[in-house]
């Protein structure tokens, strides 16, 4: 399935082309219709937000520094 979505990120609008599993589609679509967001463009900027927020890079170099001092500690 390829989407096409305009995303607003405060007054600059992007426009983005994708390629997504049928599946996820069909998902979209649905909270769409069911009232879950306004339209597909709302839904995919929330989204994106989400992902990019929950993959912030201090979170991740924090995780890692974790990581290694477990490994190199053995502490939890």
Known sequence: MELTVELKM???ISALETR???HLWQQ???LVTNG???NIDELVAEAL???LESHDESIAE????EDVE???NGRD
Do not use: E
Not at 62 to 65: A, E, G, I, L, T
């Open 20 to 22: 997504i599993p049928d």
């Open 49 to 51: 937000s989400r992902y």
């Open 70 to 72: 477990w490994g190199l």
């Open 10 to 12: 405060d007054t600059t």
């Open 62 to 65: 924090r995780f890692v520094h």
């Open 28 to 30: 979209a679509q649905f």
């Open 36 to 38: 879950w967001a306004k």
